[in-house]
């Protein structure tokens, strides 16, 4: 049962949000900038994404935990 208990944690899911929220900012600033910037900008939103998709996924296993 105590498995149970950490799978259904409040906190997983809080930080299961904040991933979604930044991997869609950084899908949102590739798009915005994509029509005449530099590789810089592209780079950024790449890290902002890559950053999302860490969170989720440590989030994602601690549940499976």
Do not use: P, Q, W
Not at 5 to 30: C, D, M, P, Q, S
């Amino acid at each position: 049962m105590e498995s149970m208990e950490n799978a259904n944690a409040e906190g997983h899911y809080k930080l299961l949000t904040v991933a979604i929220v930044i991997g869609i900012v950084g899908v949102f600033l590739r798009f915005a900038g994509d029509a005449n910037t530099g590789f810089m900008y592209t780079s950024i939103s790449n890290v902002i994404m890559i950053i999302g998709i860490l969170i989720a996924l440590k989030c994602v296993f601690a549940i499976m935990k």
